[in-house]
């Protein structure tokens, strides 16, 4: 049971259909999905046992399911359901502490939380991140939505608000990818470049809401197949009516998928932060740097010695830097063509992107994309 507008949700969901498929001896169970709203219309006598999603703050639904005589295992661990005394989750607190190492680790000295006051794994994520940045002598600005709209896809009142006041540049840690996709649609209403004035992290790898606004959510991958298999082994235990040995399996979060909303260095410079922005927008069609000094208003010489300061390199570089990424990013996650991957990174032909990757990459583009595409890196553990 929960609600499967959730990446979460559905990921726990296709972890069950996988781990039914792999292990025949569960097919004998008929497994199907039901929604908060749906809870009256069950007919227990026919249930042998369920997995509960989060449901939010919902009484009326939490005390109809606590009056329940069957087996139950929480996937969330939800406050709201104290009641279910076995539990197969994602470590929180180690979600926010891999959080803040990313974005510490990307130079940036300014940070936010953007959260949900109503559910206590989202509220745990946060604590731990600011945990972290406090180990380190920072802190970290935060927001969080009320209980009583725990959530989804909207944002909540005071959002805009809050974002504009936020101190840039600064790293934004989102409770999950639903709020870091709201959190960019307002940064996109109200002028505020991401990744370049704030950078956004969210968490699921939600297949939906990750992808939905430009640029693309950078997230902490919940591993959801592996929480699926640990909650329903022990789903099955209490059915057959034995004791699991623990009452609560915590599982790791991933490592951090880097996507364009993080992809930026924390920049003081405002200038630089510009010129950032510049060669990352007209990267396909090519970065003249006497058309960007010329738009940015600036001297090359003025231009050039700030950015070498900030940067450690000079313009140039930093465009090459971003077509060897923007490369490698096409070449592993597209099946384009070397002639449209050449133009999209804005090289003058695939044979001009052959001899600059080999020379900065040291391996050819065709054993590039053998090597780093998601058909040779998917794995299933079980």
Not at 68 to 85: F, N, R
Not at 152 to 161: I, L
Not at 346 to 371: C, D, M, N, W
Request: aromatic share 6%; net charge positive.
């Amino acid at each position: 049971m929960g609600d499967l507008s959730i990446g979460y949700t559905r990921g726990v969901l296709r972890g069950v259909a996988q781990t039914l498929e792999l292990q025949p001896t569960l097919q004998r169970y008929a497994v199907y999905h039901v929604g908060p709203e749906e809870i009256s219309q069950i007919d227990t006598r026919g249930v042998a046992g369920m997995l509960v999603a989060s449901l939010g703050n919902q009484p009326h639904i939490h005390n109809a399911l606590s009056k329940w005589k069957i087996p139950m295992v929480s996937v969330v661990g939800d406050q709201h359901m104290p009641w279910l005394h076995y539990c197969a989750r994602t470590d929180n607190e180690a979600l926010g502490r891999v959080a803040a190492e990313h974005l510490l680790g990307l130079g940036f000295r300014r940070f936010a939380f953007l959260g949900h006051g109503g559910h206590l794994a989202m509220v745990c994520r946060g604590a731990s991140f600011i945990a972290a940045l406090e180990e380190r002598n920072f802190s970290a600005k935060c927001f969080y939505g009320s209980a009583e709209r725990a959530g989804r896809r909207w944002w909540p009142p005071g959002m805009r608000e809050w974002i504009k006041k936020v101190e840039k540049p600064a790293a934004v840690f989102c409770c999950n990818d639903l709020r870091a996709n709201a959190l960019l649609l307002a940064c996109h209403r109200l002028g505020i470049r991401v990744p370049e004035d704030i950078a956004v992290l969210g968490v699921d790898d939600d297949d939906v809401f990750g992808t939905l606004q430009r640029p693309h959510i950078s997230t902490i991958p919940v591993q959801t197949q592996i929480i699926a298999e640990n909650a329903l082994r022990m789903l099955v235990q209490l059915i057959e009516g034995k004791t699991p040995p623990q009452s609560l399996s915590l599982v790791s979060p991933g490592s951090v998928l880097t996507r364009a909303s993080t992809n930026s260095m924390a920049v003081e410079d405002e200038l630089v932060r510009d010129a950032l922005a510049y060669i990352k927008q007209n990267l396909a069609e090519g970065v003249s740097i006497k058309r960007m000094v010329s738009e940015l208003n600036v001297s090359r010489p003025t231009l050039e010695k700030r950015f070498a300061a900030a940067m450690g390199r000079s313009p140039a570089s930093e465009t090459r830097r971003q077509q060897m990424e923007r490369t490698c990013d096409l070449l592993a996650n597209t099946e384009l063509s070397m002639p449209m991957v050449a133009m999209r990174a804005g090289f003058s032909s695939a044979q001009q992107l052959s001899v600059s990757f080999k020379r900065y990459i040291h391996q050819s583009p065709t054993r590039y994309r053998k090597e780093h595409s998601p058909r040779v890196r998917r794995e299933i553990v079980l």
